[in-house]
């Protein structure tokens, strides 16, 4: 309707609200209702249907309403032509994945991930599938050019990365990816697109996962691939209608519920964040603290390139502590929550220990055992005062 046809010239916020909602035909209601159906009616002769089809509504796992106006929403904000919504951040990850690479193929990937997008390149395509695939500290653009080989298909990247925050340079990859024949996906999740846009900074494919900020409130689940219509039609097509990786339309309303205020708490997420990492830093008590906001950080200069206008709300840190001093530190907490997940109305941290099966691939500060801490939307001196006192109870606060 008449709110559509400029929707690309208003900002993030404006569009945060207003894309992929409109008036509801049948009842007028300012909000478009949810549609819990799984199946919707055919034409007098449905003999020509393509069952296989997305366009239409035909069956939800093709696309329903909910799915739809999702996706709309999320192309807008990441600045991409189209998007494709599943039931969580691995089922795009995985759907991205299945839908591009064949045997044979070659995949270069950040030596820091999300665990699942490890599992999926390092492990099950490699050996199930026979795609190649070559582990990189994506954080030097040079690694990446080193490991190029003549059939790479795919770069993936994680910037910044989980659990470690490190920071990848999106333009000088996508310029790599491109000269090569390669193209450049890239796990925005940390930052959210309202922190940072990879597709205007060159890369061919966004991964959200909607769990996180986009929904923000820590109650349901969901993914996105975001690229090309010509990418996008053959993703939906193999990776939601085959695999069948469906989001509900109940999840796909909660997201679009909870991704209307997106701006206004990465604002809030990015101001707590920054302040907590400064006050860490300060601490005798603590070993480092990762986090692209703060000015000594390794990743910083780029990220104040391709990040703005702040660096998101997770954090990591250690504690010149042992082992079990940093259990108890989490058991001394009473604002923040020990629990996984990220991106959440309410601050949660999670001790990854020494143990890890990936510490060989961290930054040598990580190898003791490490916090990632998702700082929330709580009143940033009642987050302070929580490590504070869980520091003290501690002997680790000076
Ligand atoms: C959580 C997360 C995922 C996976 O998303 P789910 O919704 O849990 O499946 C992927 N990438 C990153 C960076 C994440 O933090």
Request: net charge negative; aromatic share 8%.
């Amino acid at each position: 309707m008449h709110k559509h046809g400029r929707k690309k010239t208003f900002g993030f916020a404006t569009r945060a609200i207003h894309v992929g909602n409109d008036i509801d035909q049948d009842s007028g209601a300012v909000k478009r209702p949810i549609t819990m159906a799984n199946s919707y009616a055919l034409p007098y002769d449905p003999t020509d249907v393509n069952w296989s089809s997305a366009e239409g509504n035909l069956y939800t796992r093709n696309g329903g309403t909910n799915q739809k106006y999702l996706q709309e929403r999320i192309a807008s904000l990441e600045g991409g032509e189209d998007c494709v919504v599943l039931a969580s951040g691995v089922a795009a990850l995985s759907g991205l994945f299945f839908a591009l690479l064949n045997a044979g193929d070659h995949v270069i990937f950040s030596n820091v991930t999300y665990i699942a997008a490890y599992r999926l390149l390092n492990e099950l395509f490699k050996n199930k599938f026979g795609v190649e695939s070559t582990l990189v500290d994506t954080s030097d653009p040079a690694n990446v050019l080193a490991a190029i080989r003549p059939n790479t298909k795919l770069i993936h990247i994680e910037t910044p990365g989980n659990p470690t925050l490190t920071i990848s340079d999106i333009s000088a990859i996508a310029t790599i990816a491109h000269e090569n024949g390669a193209l450049l996906s890239v796990d925005n999740t940390f930052a959210s697109p309202f922190n940072q846009r990879p597709i205007e900074l060159g890369a061919d494919f966004v991964i959200e996962s909607l769990t996180k900020y986009i929904n923000g409130h820590g109650d349901s689940m969901g993914g996105a691939i975001v690229g090309k219509t010509e990418h996008l039609d053959s993703i939906r097509s193999q990776s939601q209608i085959n695999l069948g990786g469906t989001i509900s339309p109940f999840n796909a309303w909660l997201i679009m519920r909870g991704s209307v205020t997106l701006p206004l708490r990465m604002r809030q997420h990015n101001e707590n964040a920054l302040e907590v990492a400064k006050w860490l830093e300060a601490q005798p008590g603590v070993s480092f603290v990762a986090y692209p906001g703060l000015e000594n950080d390794p990743g910083h200069e780029v990220a104040v390139r391709q990040m703005s206008p702040g660096f998101g709300g997770v954090l990591s840190f250690g504690l010149k502590a042992d082992h079990n001093t940093h259990n108890r530190f989490v058991s001394n907490l009473q604002v923040i929550t020990s629990a996984v997940s990220l991106g959440h109305d309410e601050s949660l941290i999670v001790f990854l220990g020494e143990k890890d099966e990936r510490q060989y691939l961290y930054p040598k500060r990580f190898s003791n055992g490490f916090f990632r801490f998702s700082v929330g939307l709580e009143d940033k001196e009642d987050i302070i005062e929580d490590l504070k006192q869980a520091l003290e109870k501690c002997g680790l606060y000076e």
